[in-house]
């Protein structure tokens, strides 16, 4: 008799066991369907997929340079040239210094400026100064060109590189500015980081802690699986 109860008790449990189960798995398929239809931000999105669109790590990975030439500011730079000045004239007809006068550089021979003893490093580049090598050589000019003779460590950040080049470029003839990489794909991946961090976050869920205890004091049940989410 008493092994009856148990068995009837048993199966009980295992019962409820399944229909946790399934609820949970029912609770994931609304979840994503959730995140489908909505927009991080627009306010329909669960808070996890809102959360996943504040930038993370991947803050950190570089835009193309138009990017930041876009939504740059020369006036900012002519600021941020302070740092340059020690060494550096940029008005027209400016002294050669420590290094060479900057005025008219953008588009021009790099190490071209008449009366400046170049480095070889720097001489021996070849080409002229456009927005891509330009950017390179101010976030670390002894990887540009190792061994050079500017000692200046560089500008890590991105943007303050792009608003010293605008100000360069507008202290001489000039170049044309790069037009802005196309948004949409900035959008898609921002939408791809999104779906990844929510499913991650969804397999966090505290659901699933829950019923693994009740599966551990179960016995036999104990091999029902709880389906994990994908
Ligand atoms: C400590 C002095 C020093 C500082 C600070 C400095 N530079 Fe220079 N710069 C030099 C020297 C020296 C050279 C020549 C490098 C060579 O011949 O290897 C040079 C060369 C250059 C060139 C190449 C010019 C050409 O004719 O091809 C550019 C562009 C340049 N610097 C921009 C900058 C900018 C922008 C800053 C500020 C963010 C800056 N530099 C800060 C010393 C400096």
Redo the contacts with the bound molecule.
């Keep these: 008799m008493d092994d009856r109860k148990n068995t009837i008790a048993g199966w009980a449990l295992f019962a409820g066991i399944i229909a946790l189960g399934a609820a949970l798995l029912t609770g994931e398929i609304f979840h994503d369907d959730d995140f489908d239809s909505c927009t991080a931000g627009d306010g329909y999105c669960p808070s996890y997929v809102a959360d996943a669109s504040v930038p993370t790590g991947d803050v950190e990975a570089e835009q193309p340079i138009a990017f930041y030439l876009a939504q740059g500011d020369a006036t900012r730079g002519e600021s ?2 302070a ?2 000045q ?3 004239a940029i008005n027209q007809g400016g002294a050669n210094g ?3 006068g ?1 005025y008219n ?1 953008m588009g021009n ?5 008449a009366g ?1 003893s ?2 070889d ?3 021996g580049k070849g080409g002229n ?1 456009d927005w891509d090598n ?1 950017n390179e ?2 976030k670390k ?1 002894s990887a540009f ?1 190792p ?6 460590a560089g ?1 890590p950040d991105p943007q303050d590189r792009a608003d ?1 080049m605008l100000y ?1 470029n507008q202290m001489g003839s000039g170049i044309a500015i790069p037009p802005p990489p196309p948004p949409v794909s900035e959008d898609e991946a921002a939408a791809e980081d999104a779906a990844a961090d929510g499913d991650a976050q969804t397999a966090e869920d505290t659901n699933v802690e829950l019923n693994e205890d009740e599966v551990e004091g179960t016995g036999d049940a104990g091999g029902v699986d709880v389906p994990e989410a994908q």
């Design positions: 941020q040239f740092k340059c020690a060494c550096h420590i290094g060479p900057l550089t021979p790099i190490a071209g400026h400046y170049y480095s490093a720097l001489a100064w330009m050589w101010l000019p060109a061994g050079t003779k500017m000692s200046f500008l010293i360069m």
